[in-house]
């Protein structure tokens, strides 16, 4: 199994663009989440999925879409990139009971000028 | 609504001492309780987690953690620390009737040769 991938590792934006931060897994969870990390702020959560075709929002939703048209991929678009927006993205999946620990991909770094 | 606290930011020990990373918990209902590491620039790796039974649990990497509904903690212990086991430990909790889980804010460990 290849876990959880995600690409690209590294990005450079400048303000107002837009991209997708990819990420899939194969281990068939039905839930997904993204994250990003920030020094000091530990992990907040941006958008999650409980199963394909159910999205929800989390801690820090603006500025996110996603959706879940297959159990694999869970997409991240950034609609109209800001500075704010630098961080580091983390997809993780897990299966659905409470007591499953979630599987982490490798993160995308992202800047934005 | 469940909530995690690492109260360290921060924890020093020399290589061969033992390690305590603490970690407190409030939630409704029963807590799965979960401890992460993340290595740099690396994504989060599960190293154990709390279901219910015997309140110590083992985990990878000689890492343990007990779990102490009293005092609501679920602090992860080491016999004897490795410079190898300096990283960012996460804690964090789930419910059963919750998908989503909550994460401490990270205590950095760094083990001194």
């Known amino acids: 199994n290849a876990g959880v991938t995600q690409t690209p590792k590294f990005q450079v934006l400048k303000t107002g663009q837009s991209m997708t931060l990819q990420c899939a897994q194969d281990?068939?969870?039905?839930?997904m989440s993204w994250y990003r990390q920030d020094p000091g702020m530990g992990l907040r959560l941006i958008h999650y999925s409980v199963g394909a075709g159910i999205t929800d929002q989390g801690e820090v939703p603006n500025g996110y879409n996603v959706s879940r048209s297959t159990t694999e991929d869970f997409p991240l678009r950034l609609l109209s990139a800001a500075p704010s927006q630098t961080s580091v993205y983390f997809c993780?999946?897990?299966?659905?009971?409470?007591?499953?620990?979630?599987?982490f991909g490798p993160g995308t770094r992202l800047t934005v000028t | 609504a469940q909530s995690v606290a690492q109260p360290e930011d921060q924890v020093n020990v020399a290589e061969g001492n033992p390690l305590t990373v603490k970690c407190t918990y409030s939630v409704s209902g029963n807590p799965y309780l979960f401890w992460y590491v993340q290595y740099p620039n690396r994504g989060l790796q599960f190293l154990l987690k709390y279901i219910t039974g015997d309140n110590l649990v083992k985990g990878s990497y000689g890492f343990e953690a007990e779990f102490n509904k009293s005092q609501t903690s679920f602090h992860l212990k080491k016999p004897s620390a490795l410079v190898s086991d300096s990283a960012l430990y996460f804690c964090a909790v789930r419910t059963g009737g919750s998908y989503i889980p909550t994460f401490g804010r990270g205590t950095s460990l760094i083990v001194h040769p």
């Open positions: 281990m068939n969870h039905e839930y």
């Open positions: 993780a999946s897990s299966l659905t009971g409470g007591s499953a620990e979630q599987y």
